[in-house]
Structure formats: structure tokens, C-alpha cells
């Protein structure tokens, strides 16, 4: 079993920057590939960026990428999304994800899920 813990979110207006931390705890961090996904109010849950288990190779969804960087440290067991040039449309919960497989916009569910933190963009 992992938990994940995620903190940061907030206001912010449009143009700004914010970081999210997700703090895990559980089994080996080392084992799974992280990520993060989002969900406006209204629409389905989407896949942000994701973060491999070994080799930090990491991947993003179009309308994030430049603006976006997913980074983790697996000797403090956390995953961050680093987000800056923020717009309207980044308002959502963005939840923090974990899988013991590959982790992209294409594979597979996560195995866990964090219960999400509130992202607001003022324009």
C-alpha cells in the first residue's frame, strides 16, 4: 500500500507560479513511476506529466509542456510539479499518481492516488 499526500495548491493569477509537492509513504518509492494528473470542474480527469521509477525520464501533456517540469527525490520519498506562465485553463484538482508500471498519458490507471489539491488561476 502507498499514500499519497499532496500539498501546495492555492490561488494564483495568471502568469504566476506554483509548486506542488507529493509526499509518499508505503512501499519502496523507488518502484513506481509517478505522476500527475488534473481535473477541471466538468470534465474528465487528465494526465499533466509523469516521471519514470530509474531513469527520471519524464513526459507531459501538450498543454503543459515548457511551462510544466515533474521532478522527483527518492531519497525524501516526494515527487513535485514545478508550474509556471500559469493561464485560466490550468484551474483544477490535480491529484498526484503512482504505478509500479509505466506511467504515461497512455498506459494503464495508476495503482494509487492521492485525494488532490485545489489549483486556482485568476485571469
Known amino acids: 500500500q502507498v499514500q499519497l499526500v499532496e500539498s501546495g495548491g492555492g490561488l494564483v493569477q495568471a502568469g504566476g507560479s506554483l509548486r506542488l509537492s507529493c509526499a509518499a509513504s508505503g512501499r519502496a518509492f523507488r518502484s513506481y513511476a509517478m505522476g500527475w494528473f488534473r481535473q477541471a470542474p466538468g470534465k474528465e480527469r487528465e494526465f499533466v506529466a509523469a516521471?519514470?521509477?530509474?531513469?527520471?525520464?519524464?513526459y507531459y501533456a501538450d498543454s503543459v509542456k515548457g511551462r510544466f517540469t515533474i521532478s522527483r527525490d527518492n531519497a525524501k520519498n516526494t515527487v513535485f510539479l514545478q508550474m509556471n506562465s500559469l493561464k485560466a485553463e490550468d484551474t483544477a484538482v490535480y491529484y498526484c499518481?503512482?504505478?509500479?508500471?509505466?506511467?504515461?498519458?497512455?498506459?494503464?490507471?495508476?495503482?494509487?492516488w492521492g485525494q488532490g489539491t485545489q489549483v486556482t488561476v485568476s485571469s
Open positions: 516521471v519514470t521509477r530509474s531513469t527520471g525520464s519524464t
Open positions: 499518481a503512482a504505478r509500479s508500471s509505466p506511467l504515461t498519458a497512455y498506459s494503464g490507471p495508476p495503482d494509487y
